[in-house]
């Protein structure tokens, strides 16, 4: 096999595919900057794993995978000492780590985030917001734009976008939320967030007034459009579908049931966002594969039923990751609502609710692959290639294939992570 990894004209097509690299910092980097090779590891691809197999980064891109017997002479070599070679994890619902939350609305606390979750091997990251004033959400949109102008390798996990998450939830679904910071859809106040233009994935409860209008601005501005923290029926489902709506956050944590739908009209009872996401195969959703949210079986039937296109891992994190034990604002550093972390799992205090995980998904990943009979290449890619196509990035991001943006994990047998590439660039592990 010869040593065609470093044709400029593939590497010219690579950068300018990827809109939102930092051309500043890629500027210094050229074609003559040596290669980056990973080797010696088993290279897991989105359908099949390829062993003993490289991948080649250029210019902050990926130029090359497959196997290989000679590596190309001045590169870099990183030795993944039999482990495996995996594409970044991609993010799409996670409120913050590290002691941040996203909605602290500061670059500092979104940054701080970012950097956790990279060491946990997220590298493309959709902060997410929760209930709170529209200063609040203001400010944390503000925060992403600022840090996904300037994101290098040091800033950890790249911002692709903001997940607007909260605050319009159903009044019976809120959760571990503020209450006080929840509302019905206000058009003025949504559009003012669309116009950042950083929001990528939009979530609204079904039935509340004036979803649909939202699920409609949402499409026309090219969101990944969800409906969560939500009681909503069938029928309503179907209206949302109607108006873009595709995907339903955290399956089984805050969403309609049989059960519910049946305390909120009697009887006949009714189909629920269960039913509604099952039977309809452009829907897609999430699961916390945490071991503390859903039993094993859980996430076999999501797995079975939905396949690893349609079903995500996510973290769905709060600000305890990485953090010991102890009482942690869910939101805003000033009024979010309190939780409790045992260092397992975030829980409402003095109560059995859960209140979202305390994990990175390099958990998430490790936990779904002893739990299901998924196998790694489906695993790998409901962290990875999944999200990063429901989100609209899969161009960009979100596996090993040339053209893309050279994010590459290596993690031990045990899938561990042991060294972070963002963009051909390592990250650091160490914590600050
Ligand atoms: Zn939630
Ligand atoms: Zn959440």
């Known amino acids: 096999m010869n040593t065609d990894w ?47 197999a490289v991948v080649v980064c250029e210019g902050g891109c990926i130029t090359r995978v497959g196997r290989t017997r000679k590596l190309p002479q001045g590169a870099t070599l990183v030795d993944a000492k039999g482990g495996y070679i995996a594409p970044g994890f991609v993010d799409i619902h996670v409120h913050g780590g590290d002691g941040a939350d996203f909605m602290d ?8 985030a970012c950097r956790a979750h990279a060491r946990h091997g997220t590298t493309t990251i ?36 903001v997940h607007f998450y909260g605050p319009y939830f159903a009044p019976d679904k809120v959760g571990c939320h503020s209450q006080a ?33 939202f699920y409609r601005e949402a499409t026309r501005r090219g969101c990944l459009v969800t409906c969560g923290h939500s009681n909503a029926t069938w029928s309503e489902m179907a209206r949302a579908f109607r108006a873009g709506m595709r995907h339903v956050d955290h399956f089984w944590c805050a969403m ?17 966002m269960e039913q509604f996401v099952l039977a309809n195969a452009e829907m897609s959703t999430e699961v916390i594969a945490d071991g503390c949210h859903l039993a094993p079986e859980l996430l076999e039937f999501a797995y079975r039923q939905l396949g690893p296109r349609r079903l995500c891992l996510v973290t769905d994190a709060n600000r305890a990751l990485d953090m010991p034990p102890g009482r942690y604002r869910f939101g805003c550093a000033s009024d979010g609502e309190w939780i409790e972390s ?22 998430m990943v490790r936990h779904m692959k002893s739990a299901t009979t998924a196998s790694l290449p489906e695993v790998i890619r409901m962290a990875s290639l999944t999200p990063a196509d429901r989100a609209g990035v899969a161009e960009e991001v979100g596996s090993l ?20 590439f963002l963009a051909g660039e390592e990250v650091s592990l160490a914590t600050d």
């Not at 040596?34 to 010696?40: K, L, Q, R, S």
């Not at 309609?256 to 629920?272: D, E, K, N």
Request: proline share 6%; charged share 20%; hydrophobic share 40%.
């Open 6 to 52: 470093s044709e400029p004209a593939e590497l010219s097509v690579c950068i300018g595919a990827h809109l939102w690299l930092n051309f500043r910092s890629q500027m210094k980097r050229t074609s003559r900057e040596p290669a980056v090779v990973f080797h010696n590891g088993t290279v897991v691809l989105p359908d099949k794993l390829l062993p003993d």
């Open 105 to 112: 609305g500061t670059v500092a606390a979104v940054r701080t």
């Open 126 to 161: 959709f902060p997410t917001t929760t209930t709170g004033s529209p200063e609040q959400l203001g400010a944390m949109l503000a925060a992403c734009v600022e840090l996904q102008r300037g994101g290098t390798a040091a800033d950890g996990a790249r911002v692709a976008g």
């Open 181 to 213: 910071g929840r509302r019905d859809p206000d058009a003025r106040e949504y559009r003012r967030h669309f116009d950042t233009g950083i929001i990528r994935i939009a979530t609204c409860a079904a039935e509340l007034p004036g979803a649909e209008a």
């Open 256 to 272: 309609s049931s049989v059960a519910s739908l049946r305390q909120r009209f009697g009887t006949p009872m009714q189909a629920s």
């Open 342 to 363: 045992d260092g397992r799992v975030g829980f409402v205090p003095g109560g059995g609710a859960l209140a979202s995980s305390v994990v990175g998904l390099d958990t």
């Open 401 to 420: 294939a040339p053209g893309k943006r050279a994010d590459v994990l290596v993690l031990n047998q045990r899938l561990r992570v042991k060294r972070v």
